[in-house]
């Protein structure tokens, strides 16, 4: 797998750059080597499970519900009325079994029915007799959930690979589960490599804002990812001593190391020999896709056997956030034992042109009423604000067009629970 961007060939030339991955291959390298990598399993209780990843299938321990239960408050009735009040049920509580026609208990919502019920009664429409007896009529349809409507016993509820958020916590325990087994979230860290960045204050006098150092963790926590502050470190000095310093250093607590710019060639660009310096692998070196064509990644496998993974963002912006759609994402998914990031078609309202011989990752906003991909202006490779008012990335494979009325896969912007959805 290992393909060195320089270096010298047996004849003592320079060795030739191995050609770019197709985009589509791109993504599939990166989700395979992720795979074959994925975090190990853990067990975690219910109350720290949030955010993790499901590594077996969820199943359900009893019947759900796991006994008739009673929709409404009310009346849990025998045969004919008028009825004869003879007891109370409560949630929490196991009733005697109604015996005889014409008895009635009172009935909590949640709580068992009792066995011999024909029917429960809402209290709001029911009435009593000067004797004190219950009367009314039931609704046809029964008031109560019988075992096993909403699952049955060993049921699969959902899959290994399903990202674990409250709503998945309360089914859990709902089935009498207290822990879970899950793979971790991933822990990146990102080196921000260029001495021409500011990282306050307006741009000016040739130096530039870096506006990566502050964007990339979040958007590895929509991914998935832990990130601290402390785990940002930079503009990381123009010297080959320097990132081979940083890298190194960040790669020991890290699952995966994010860097911004130094992907090319230049007289300052040192990440190719940083990673030579610290023996990696190439899982891809420069990806046919516009923009974004110089990203890669790259694998270092540790003294503890695990493999630990570096993404080379291109240093422009936008850029660098097709890198992390293309090549994190997959890994990612990959390192949580989640599925392959599935890509959704869009129609296309107008016509979107092709890169030759590359994909083109196009940024297109849907439109709230025919949920058609309209592409955005203001989207050079160094412009973020096209991508602040995007969905996603159209994808225009390599020697076609994006003509209107086109169905095309998008890359959707990852999103955290809440926000806005396309």
């Known amino acids: 797998m290992r393909s060195e ?111 011999g019920t024909t029917a429960i009664l809402r209290v709001e429409e029911s009435g009593r007799t000067a004797d004190g007896r219950v009367t009314g009529t039931p609704r046809p349809a029964p008031e109560w959930r019988l075992p096993g409507e909403e699952a049955a016993a060993g049921e699969e509820l959902l899959p290994a690979g399903t990202p674990v958020d409250p709503a998945l916590i309360g089914l859990a325990a709902s089935c009498g589960h207290d822990s879970l087994p899950v793979r971790r979230p991933p ?128 240093g422009n912006p936008q850029s660098a956030i097709v890198a992390l759609v293309s090549l994190v994402a997959p890994l990612l998914a990959g390192l949580q034992g989640r599925p392959m990031p599935t890509l959704p078609q869009v129609t296309l309202a107008e016509p979107i042109r092709g890169r030759g011989d590359h994909t083109h990752l196009a940024l297109v906003r849907l439109d709230a009423t025919d949920g058609a991909a309209r592409p955005v202006r203001h989207v050079g490779s160094a412009m973020l604000r096209g991508l602040a008012g995007a969905d996603g990335f159209a994808v225009i494979r390599p020697g076609t067009s994006g003509e209107p009325g086109a169905r095309v896969p998008m890359v959707p912007l990852p999103l955290l629970p809440g926000e806005r959805t396309w």
Not at 31 to 56: F, I, K, M, Q
Not at 212 to 221: E, S, T, Y
Not at 294 to 310: C, E, I, K, S, T
């Open 5 to 115: 961007p320089t270096g010298t060939s047996a004849a003592g030339q320079p060795a030739a750059a191995p050609p770019p991955a197709g985009w589509e291959e791109a993504r599939a390298r990166g989700y395979a080597v992720g795979s074959a990598a994925a975090l190990p399993v853990v067990d975690r209780s219910l109350a720290e499970a949030d955010g993790h990843t499901l590594a077996a299938p969820l199943t359900t321990r009893t019947d759900l519900p796991a006994f008739p239960t009673s929709s409404v408050d009310g009346w849990a009735v025998r045969g004919a009325g008028p009825w004869r009040v003879v007891g109370r049920v409560l949630a929490g509580g196991a009733p005697d079994p109604l015996t005889g026609d014409g008895v009635t208990v009172e009935i909590a919502t949640g709580a068992m029915v009792p066995e």
């Open 187 to 314: 822990r990146a860290a990102l080196l921000v490599f260029g001495d021409e960045l500011l990282t306050t204050g307006p741009p000016g006098g040739g130096r530039v804002r870096d506006a990566l150092g502050p964007a990339v963790p979040a958007w590895l926590r929509r991914y998935g990812c832990q990130v601290r502050p402390s785990d940002v470190v930079g503009p990381v000095a123009d010297t080959l001593s320097a990132h081979v310093s940083a890298l190194g250093q960040a790669l020991t607590g890290a699952d995966l190391v994010c860097t911004t710019g130094g992907t090319m060639h230049g007289p300052v660009d040192h990440l190719h020999p940083t990673l030579q310096a610290l023996g990696a692998d190439y899982v891809v070196n420069t990806v046919a896709v516009r923009p974004g064509f110089p990203m890669l990644l790259a694998r270092l496998v540790g003294a503890d056997g695990r493999a630990r993974f570096v993404a080379g963002l291109p």
